[in-house]
């Protein structure tokens, strides 16, 4: 049976060989290109390389026609010819330097192709694309890309135009890869796709070749490749049996979430790809990646994010269904769509084509190895379902060579469909600019948004305007003062059109989200909304009329208002919250300032406590960096009569885990954007003690997994070392740190160290899932660590109560403020709980919702501008179990969500742990709550989902926990999660202002 199906297999193979593959045409000619068309011959193929193809194939059903040959050229040197290998060797892999001179390489031996570098890394390294088409188009590329910037722009391009340039020009298609450094194919699979799209001279191939223009930039991550490559040579010469190195540091600050970095755009290669595609402005941007069998054409569950226009999510199908199709057709198993991702949030880099009116997709590929191995999915993979009806083998051998043939053939698949209907996708290109810009002009809106320059944030909300331009969104500022319906714009607000083509953008990034949990689980956040995470106003308008009031565009950098206003020896700098406020305090650290501890009125104002006083303020030197952050001083001849106390910059040690360098970067970004010192060392370090000789205060950021986990850190398996460090076999290596043996953790030594530290009068700073360790070795007193049953409450935002503010950790801060919670951990003070409690969920399926976002959650309105906001979201006494419309929504429903989901009867868990939390600890004193979360749920929701919020009433956010001397400042927010919610930074940078006074306003 095998053997007639490959038979037959091979007959329809060869009848698409005969039509396709072989063409009338020279031997290659001396630019790398055969002369097509020419009838003088059948092109050569590169017969060397082609037997390796072969040899190196683990299962002969993954190849097709495209990719089982390579064609042979005199000048254009091969993968074989230039590194000594082809691509899909067992064993083997590339640096990202030796794929940079490849491409450079083609770029210089063959017109059709051009080479350049887009940008560079944290750590030095090139980011390069290389174009290919035809090598007329090459020699004339800027004039396409001004005909695609005639096509982004309805308003300065006529109709009449935009037919002519549809019928003429040639649309860009943009593959990327490498981003995740761990997936390692589609650098390698990219080598060999420029070669044969410069050199093949099949129609397939020339039908590619002559109507689109593609780019390849075959690395994102390039640091990451670097030390990945390294540690897979470093683990191949280590003995059977022996602890692999696992991979850490990709970048110099994240790992996985290098791509989920698509708004806030801190990273420099996210920075460069959305200055790529600024520039050029491709239609399709396909992101390469491996996690799936065998290959994952992306179209996702949804729900799909409401932003995009429901054009894109048809090109997303039509493409994805060319890739099953085609490959299904020549019996390759285990190409499907759907069932994989959901396509709701923006955070991904993909998105930036999406933000722009362009195509964003991706693949999920088998992974390439690089070694030899064997794949045997479970049933839920290989099962025919109807977005899978060829379904991968329950059994099949696999290699790199494979991961090459199904990735370079679908993406093969892809281009020639692009381009025998380029028309189609430019017009859609068109369509979907110009409909952004009616959207704006005529549609239901808004027509508008409006960012006050001058809030109590004035600082960030320009870093805001800056970054949303850095995106490619058009803003303004109001000549005028205007009132447009209930809204009062003064001189110089900023005003973010709605009639632009990026306005996508706009509706993306400002909406509020609604998730509801019927939906099938979602892939990532779901509540994003920027002006929540960035506690900045950004006001949405209504009134068509505004588009008539005059305003001017903003062309550069944009900067508060700063300086100083008075006259006197007191300098005195209100606490906005302005992240700024740390980059003031840090520029003059030798300066000597106080914080007050309570409001107080001065110079005619009222400032709030935190506020900084300067009481010998050299004007000269301090005024300068006020105007340059965006800061407001004001001098005034005395010392305010308010009781007061030093903001001494305390000496931090920075604690990050072996096992996990990924969330931890993201808070070192923030402490590096805002000029704030600190060493960094590993877990194992702690055991040395001595920390409150060295250090006032220690970071401890979010690593995930349990407490633990956290203290037991890499096991331990074996006599021999595992090393991180730069050597000569691993140069790339132990940039960030190094250790002779990165194992062990902390170990009880450690823990016991860093309870000494603060005993001794230090300050331990923790969040998310590193603030469950104290409590869990009962470390502190009356916190425990719940597990409510059915609480979900994925990447959501949701409101803080100040509930002390008092608390020098709340200076600043209003009574209330968006927070960003991700599920866990959620933390009681009122020690009636334990940590073995039911488990989270939202209820099981027994049948499928089709309809999931028919029935929408109560979202609980915010207003910017109002102290405490809306709603009732006072602190109750006790627990508080009202259950708004957002625990209930799924209730009653025949979907996947729904109350009482499981775990529902676990409660919220046993009362009265002892080993776990409780309400008695070693030291007897008394945790202070500075945030919480709503007694009633309908107040909590702001964007995002929730469902059974009831678990988090009353529950702490924000915890002061005292021991002897020194304090545990514990988050159960995310205060710093990734480059998105600066709103809550200074929440962190309080707790380091303020470390040895947090007892002020007991």
Do not use: C
């Not at 022996?242 to 970095?261: E, F, Q, S, T």
């Not at 992306?298 to 429901?310: L, M, V, W």
């Not at 059994?395 to 679908?410: D, E, F, H, L």
């Not at 740390?582 to 409001?599: C, N």
């Amino acid at each position: 049976m095998a053997g007639s199906i490959q038979r037959r297999r091979a007959a329809f193979v060869h009848a698409l060989v005969a039509t396709a593959v072989f063409v009338a045409a020279a031997p290659a000619s001396a630019s790398g290109q055969g002369a097509a068309g020419s009838g003088a011959g059948v092109q050569q193929i590169d017969e060397a390389y082609t037997a390796k193809i072969k040899e190196y194939l683990q299962d002969p059903r993954i190849t097709t026609e495209l990719v089982d040959h390579l064609p042979l050229s005199s000048t254009v040197p091969t993968p074989l010819k230039f590194h000594g290998r082809i691509v899909g060797t067992p064993g083997e892999l590339t640096y990202a330097k030796d794929i940079h001179r490849y491409f450079e390489a083609l770029g210089k031996a063959s017109p059709r192709a051009r080479y350049w570098t887009i940008g560079k890394t944290e750590e030095g390294r090139d980011m390069v694309v290389l174009a290919i088409a035809d090598s007329a188009t090459i020699a004339n590329l800027d004039t396409f890309k001004g005909d695609i910037a005639a096509l982004s722009d309805p308003r300065k391009t006529s109709e009449a135009e935009a037919r002519r340039l549809i019928g003429t020009t040639k649309p860009m298609y943009w593959l990327t890869s490498g981003i995740h450094s761990p997936e390692t194919g589609g650098p390698e699979m990219l080598q060999e796709l420029a070669y044969r799209l410069i050199v093949e001279e099949t129609p397939f191939i020339q039908q590619i070749r002559n109507n689109i223009i593609t780019f390849i930039t075959p690395v994102i991550e390039v640091d990451g490749r670097e030390k990945q490559v390294d540690t897979y040579y470093y683990n191949k010469k280590l003995p059977v049996g022996a602890a692999r190195l696992p991979l850490m540091y990709w970048g110099k600050y994240v790992a996985h979430d290098n791509n989920r970095d698509g708004m806030g755009q801190f990273l420099s290669l996210t920075k460069n790809v959305n200055d790529f595609f600024l520039e050029w402005k491709p239609q399709v941007m396909h992101d390469l990646h491996e996690s799936v069998t065998y290959l994952y054409s992306s179209t996702g569950t949804g729900p799909y994010n409401e932003a995009i226009d429901p054009i894109t999510v048809t090109e997303w199908w039509m493409m994805a269904q060319v890739d099953v199709q085609e490959l299904t057709k020549r019996g390759v198993p285990g190409v499907w769509t759907y069932g994989f991702y959901d396509g709701w949030t923006p955070n991904y880099m993909f998105f930036v084509a999406h933000t722009k009116n362009a195509i964003g997709r991706f693949y999920e590929v088998q992974s390439y190895g690089p070694d030899n191995y064997e794949v045997r999915p479970p049933a839920t993979t290989t099962s025919r379902e109807w977005f899978r009806p060829n379904p991968p083998l329950p059994y099949i051998k696999w290699g790199p060579r494979n991961n090459t043939n199904i990735q370079q053939s679908a993406v093969l698949f892809s281009l020639k469909h692009f381009a025998d209907n380029k028309s189609l996708y430019l017009e859609n290109y068109w369509i979907k600019n110009k409909r952004a810009v009616e959207k704006g002009k005529t549609g239901t809106g808004p027509f508008a948004w409006v960012i006050p320059a001058m809030q109590r944030r004035k600082a960030d909300a320009a870093d805001a305007v800056n970054e949303l331009r850095k995106q490619g969104l058009e803003v303004h500022t109001a000549n005028s003062a205007f009132t447009v319906g209930s809204l009062d714009v003064k001189p110089g607000d900023y005003i973010v059109r709605g009639d632009q083509p990026y306005r996508t953008l706009a509706d993306m990034y400002f909406s509020v989200q609604n998730y509801s949990p019927s939906n099938p689980s979602p892939y990532d956040d779901t509540g994003w909304t920027f002006q929540y995470m960035r506690n900045v106003a950004v006001l949405p308008v209504g009134e068509q009329s505004i588009l008539d009031r005059g305003m001017t565009a903003v062309t550069a950098k944009v900067h508060a208002a700063g300086g100083i206003a008075g006259t006197g020896a007191v300098l005195i700098v209100d606490h906005t919250t302005d992240n700024n406020l740390m980059k003031f305090r840090t520029t003059h650290a030798s300066v000597r300032m106080q914080a007050a501890e309570a409001d107080f009125e001065a110079a005619g104002r009222t400032f709030r406590a935190g506020a900084f006083i300067v009481p010998v303020g050299d004007r000269a030197k301090l005024e300068p960096t006020l105007r340059e952050l965006g800061l407001s001083g004001y001098a005034v001849a005395a010392i305010p009569s308010v009781k007061m106390h030093d903001l001494d910059l305390p000496r931090i040690g920075y604690v990050h885990a072996w096992q996990r360098t990924q969330d931890e970067g993201w808070v070192r970004a923030a402490l590096d954007t805002y000029g704030v010192p600190y060493t960094y060392f590993a877990d194992i370090k702690l055991r040395e003690g001595n920390l409150r000789a060295k250090y006032d205060v220690i970071i401890y950021p979010s690593v995930g997994g349990s407490a633990q986990s956290h203290v037991a850190g890499l096991i331990k398996s074996g006599d021999m070392p595992l090393p991180y460090k730069k050597t000569a076999a691993t140069p790339n290596l132990g940039v960030n740190d190094s250790a002779d043996d990165i194992r062990g953790g902390m170990g009880i030594e450690g823990l016991t160290e860093l309870y000494k530290f603060v005993q001794a009068g230090g300050t331990l700073i923790v969040e998310g899932s590193t603030t469950t360790i104290f409590p869990a070795y009962n470390l502190t007193s009356g916190i425990t660590v719940e597990s409510p049953a059915g609480l979900f409450a994925r990447g959501t935002i949701l409101r803080g109560v100040v509930t002390d503010r008092t608390s020098p950790l709340a200076y600043g801060f209003d009574a209330q403020m968006p927070v960003y919670f991700n599920q866990d951990p959620v933390l009681s003070v009122a020690g009636s709980a334990g940590l073995f409690a039911g488990g989270g969920g939202r209820g099981s399926a027994l049948s499928q919702n089709i309809t999931p976002n028919a029935v929408r959650l109560r979202i609980s309105p915010w207003t910017f501008g109002a102290s405490d906001s809306t709603g009732t979201p006072m602190p109750a006494a006790g627990r508080g179990a009202a259950v708004g419309a957002a625990a209930a929504a799924g209730a009653g429903q025949s979907g996947r969500g729904g109350v009482g989901g499981a775990g529902a009867a676990g409660g919220a868990g046993a009362a009265g742990g002892t080993v776990f939390g409780g309400a008695t600890g070693i030291d007897g004193s008394r945790p202070r709550v500075i945030m919480q979360f709503p007694a009633n749920t309908a107040d909590m929701l702001l964007s995002g989902t929730l469902a059974n919020g009831e678990g988090l009433a009353n529950r702490a956010q924000l915890i002061d926990a005292p021991i002897g001397k020194g304090h545990v400042v514990m988050f159960a927010i995310r205060p710093f999660w990734r480059w998105q919610t600066q709103g809550t930074y200074f929440l962190g940078f309080n707790a380091i202002l303020h470390w040895n006074d947090l007892d002020a306003g007991k």
